[in-house]
Every structure is written in structure tokens, then in C-alpha cells.
């Protein structure tokens, strides 16, 4: 075990000796040994040391024969007296503590003195920025109600021109709605041309030029309806987008006016004034969305798209006039084109039905030849019904016979021949009574489809000559077709 404070080499940790001398030889001068640094104040050093500043005196003494004869170790201090010295310290340490506390109370004074002399030009230096900076604050203030006040003068200008724009446009958006109902009655009769050709029956179903004419009027009708309802539909997007260009003046306006009002108050605030108060935190609170250059340029673009949107209607109506004129052109010509297509169709049709009257007789007659050669061929299969029956039953008795007897003889081969051929007779004639039969039906049906393309062509000329033609008289006027009413 070691104690603290000294080592193991100590005299007094090991075991005494006996020895048998009764007097001490003469001390050697002691070795001391100072390994304690100086402890300092908290902040200033710090040393991690165990050992007092005054360490225990070694002497080397003679402590039995079989040792150095001349010297004998006794211990300098006891060891129930050592842990006082672990709580001591060394008088160069109490010097230095004082030296310490007396440099930090100059340095503290000489730092205050400092401190005060800088506070007094801070508050002077202080107090004269804050009122710079608040006269520079209403300063500013002046001029932003000033630009405000300009900005509110060319937005009312624009306002008022944009309202007056959206007047003639809802003006012209009537009259193509109007114009658009006057088409419905041209389309109607167009309508009912093409519904009246769609009960035409079989082949007359066809697409023909009064078909094409009438497909070409309803288009352009519809396309002239179109149009006229697109344009209005055009000028009702306009006027929307006019109305959101006035609201957005409006709005602009009714900002501006808001914030002339707060700027105002904000300009004549003072620091005796009663309503101000602290608002702690808010100059941390960054709520702007603009500045300066974005202010104007807002209120700028909103004048901008006000003087578009007012080119856009001027043009638009502009758009509408011409529509006007070109329309009622074209659904005046084609109209015409369309009745001179019926006059042709109507005579074709009547020569095609002449001639298939003419076919209707020959066919006729050719029926009848038909039904004779059906009749003959029938007769000859039935003659030939009774040689087949001889040569087959004569078959069947011959395959009776006994034994050796069932013999591929001359009479064998030949009733074997003779059921082939007559066989092949028959099958022969059937074969050209189904093709006469055939054809005789192909003769009735070609007589039914004839009889039935006469009754279409009937249907068609009364569809296409009665029907179509009476309706086909009139037609609505220019001014009526312009929007007039």
C-alpha cells in the first residue's frame, strides 16, 4: 500500500530493523523537493496538482550494518502529522492571489470609466439619427402620397374610356345575336329539305348534288350561325375580360384610395400623438409583396392591359361589321346554287325512270321462256328415274349368290356401268334444272327490283318536285340578316 504524499522508498514504510548501534551517525544536509505550482484564481490557470508546495525532507541515514555504514534515513515528519500539509499553501502563492485581486479591480474601473465615456456619445449620436431618420421617414411619406394621387388620376381616366368601350361592344353582341336567330329560318327549310330526301328508298339514297348543295347550305348556314354565335361569344369574352381589367382599376382604385387614407394618418402622426402605441416585433414581420419599381409597374400594367383590352373590342367590332356583309353573301348564293341543283336532279330522275320501265317489259319476257325450259327438264328426270331402278335392283339380286359363284362377270361390269352413267344423266340434268331454277329466280328478282326502283323514282320526283321545291320560295332579307330587326 502507498500513502499519499510520499513513496514506498520511505523509511517509515517499511519494517524496522534491529541493529545494534546506540548512537546515530552525523545528518546529511536534507534534500527538498519542490514539484507545487502555484494555484491561481478561477479563469486564470488551473493545475491539476497533488502535492503540497513543501514536500517532505529525505534523510539518508544508516539504519542497520548490512547498509551504508556512514549514513542511517529517518524520517522528517511524522506520518500522523502529513494530511495537515495537503490544506496549506506557500506564501508565494498568497502573494500572487493578491496581486490578482488587486490588477482586476484597476482593470474593472478603468473598463467602467470607458464604458460611461462611450454611452454619452452613444445617446448624442443616437438622438440625432432617430429624429434624421423620422423627418426622412415623413419625408418619404410626402412624396408617396404625391405619386399615389397621380396614379389615382390615370386610372379614373382609363376607367371611364373603358366603360364607355363596353357600351358599343354589348351593342354589337345584340345585333349578332339577333343575326344568328334570323339564320334558324334558311337552316330550318334546309333541314327539312335533307329530312324529306332521307325517305327517299333504296339507291335514290344517294349522294347527289342537291344533296351536296343541301349539305353545302346547311353547313354554311350553320357555319354562318357558328360564327355569328363564336363572334359573340368572342365579344362576351371580351366584355368579361373588360369587366376584369374595370375591376382591377376599380380594385387599384379602391387600394389606392386606402392607402392614401393610411398614409395620410401615418404622415401626420407625431411623437405627442395619442393613438401611438409599441408594437414590439412587428418591424420583424416582413408583410410587403412589392416595391417601388413593382408598385408602379402594377398600377402601370393595369392602365396597359385596359388600353389592350380596348384595341381588342375596337377590333372585334371592326370583325363584326365585315362578318355582316360577307355572310349575307354567301348564304344568298348558295341558296341559289342549291335550287338549280334540284331542277337538274329532277329531270335525271325522270328519264331513269323511263328506261326502267323499259327493262321491266323485257324481263317480263324473259320470265316466261325460263319457266317452259323448267318444265322440260323436270319431264327428263323423271324418265330417267326407271332404267336406274332396272340396273340397280339387278345389282342387288346378283350379290345373292352363293359361294364361287359371285363371280366379276361381262353382266357384272355392265350393270355396274350402266347405274354410273345413268347416275351421271341425272345428276347432269338436275344440275342445269337448278341453274334454270336459279335463273328464273334471278329473273323474278330482277323484275321485283325493278318494280321497286319505279316505285322509288315515283317517291323520289314527288319528294324532290312537290315536297322540297314548295318550300324552297323564299328567303329573309339583307337588313334581316345584318342584325337589323
Not at 490588477?103 to 465615456?117: N, Q
Not at 431618420?133 to 418619404?140: I, L, P, V
Not at 345575336?177 to 335514290?204: F, M, T, W
Not at 393595369?302 to 380596348?310: G, T
Amino acid at each position: 500500500m502507498e500513502f499519499l504524499g510520499t513513496t514506498q522508498t520511505a523509511s517509515y514504510c517499511s519494517p524496522k530493523k534491529s541493529c545494534g548501534l546506540t548512537s546515530l551517525p552525523a545528518v546529511q544536509a536534507p534534500v527538498i523537493q519542490e514539484c507545487y505550482q502555484p494555484y491561481y484564481l478561477p479563469g486564470y490557470r488551473y493545475l491539476n496538482s497533488w502535492r503540497p508546495s513543501l514536500f517532505y525532507k529525505i534523510s539518508n541515514v544508516q539504519t542497520c550494518p548490512d547498509e551504508t555504514p556512514s549514513t542511517l534515513r529517518l524520517p522528517t515528519v511524522l506520518p500522523a502529522l502529513r494530511s495537515a500539509l495537503f490544506s496549506r499553501y506557500s506564501p508565494h502563492d498568497w502573494d500572487q492571489s493578491n496581486q490578482l485581486q488587486v490588477r482586476g479591480a484597476e482593470a474593472s474601473r478603468l473598463w467602467a470609466s470607458r464604458l460611461t465615456d462611450d454611452s454619452m456619445r452613444l445617446l448624442q449620436d443616437k438622438d440625432q439619427l432617430t429624429h434624421q431618420m423620422q423627418e426622412g421617414t415623413s419625408r418619404n411619406l410626402g412624396q408617396r402620397l404625391s405619386d399615389i394621387g397621380f396614379w389615382k388620376s390615370e386610372l379614373s381616366y382609363e376607367l371611364d374610356r373603358l366603360l364607355t368601350e363596353n357600351q358599343s361592344l354589348e351593342m354589337v353582341k345584340r345585333r349578332l345575336e339577333c343575326a344568328a336567330d334570323e339564320v334558324n329560318s334558311p337552316l330550318q327549310v334546309a333541314l327539312e329539305c335533307l329530312y324529306h330526301r332521307e325517305k327517299r328508298i333504296g339507291i335514290d339514297l344517294v349522294h347527289d348534288n342537291v344533296e351536296k348543295n343541301l349539305i353545302r347550305e346547311v353547313d354554311l348556314l350553320k357555319c354562318c350561325q357558328e360564327q355569328m354565335r363564336k363572334l359573340a361569344q368572342r365579344i362576351d369574352m371580351q366584355m368579361r375580360d373588360n369587366r376584369d381589367a374595370q375591376h382591377a382599376l376599380e380594385r387599384d382604385l379602391e387600394d389606392k384610395s386606402s392607402a392614401q387614407f393610411i398614409d395620410e394618418k401615418c404622415f401626420n402622426l407625431r411623437n405627442t400623438s395619442d393613438c401611438i402605441s409599441f408594437f414590439h416585433g412587428v418591424e420583424k414581420v416582413d408583410g410587403t409583396i412589392s416595391v417601388p419599381e413593382t408598385w408602379a409597374k402594377f398600377s402601370n400594367d393595369n392602365i396597359k392591359h385596359s388600353q389592350n383590352m380596348r384595341a381588342n373590342s375596337i377590333r372585334l367590332r371592326e370583325e363584326a361589321e365585315h362578318l355582316f356583309e360577307t355572310l349575307s353573301d354567301q348564304m344568298w348564293r348558295q341558296f341559289t346554287d342549291t335550287n338549280l341543283a334540284f331542277n337538274a336532279r329532277i329531270s335525271e330522275v325522270t328519264d331513269v325512270k323511263n328506261k326502267l320501265q323499259v327493262q321491266l317489259a323485257k324481263t317480263l319476257q324473259e320470265i316466261f321462256q325460263a319457266e317452259n325450259t323448267i318444265m322440260l327438264l323436270e319431264r327428263s328426270i323423271m324418265a330417267k328415274e326407271g332404267p336406274l331402278k332396272v340396273a340397280q335392283t339387278r345389282l342387288e339380286c346378283r350379290t345373292r349368290r352363293p359361294n364361287v359363284e359371285l363371280c366379276r362377270d361381262t353382266p357384272q361390269f355392265k350393270l355396274v356401268n350402266e347405274v354410273f352413267t345413268i347416275d351421271d344423266t341425272l345428276q347432269t340434268l338436275k344440275l342445269r334444272l337448278r341453274e334454270t331454277q336459279d335463273t328464273l329466280q334471278l329473273l323474278v328478282m330482277t323484275k321485283s327490283r325493278l318494280e321497286h326502283e319505279l316505285a322509288i323514282k315515283a317517291n323520289t320526283l314527288c319528294i324532290d318536285k312537290e315536297k322540297c321545291m314548295g318550300m324552297r320560295k323564299t328567303f329573309p332579307c339583307t337588313p334581316r340578316l345584318v342584325g337589323h330587326t
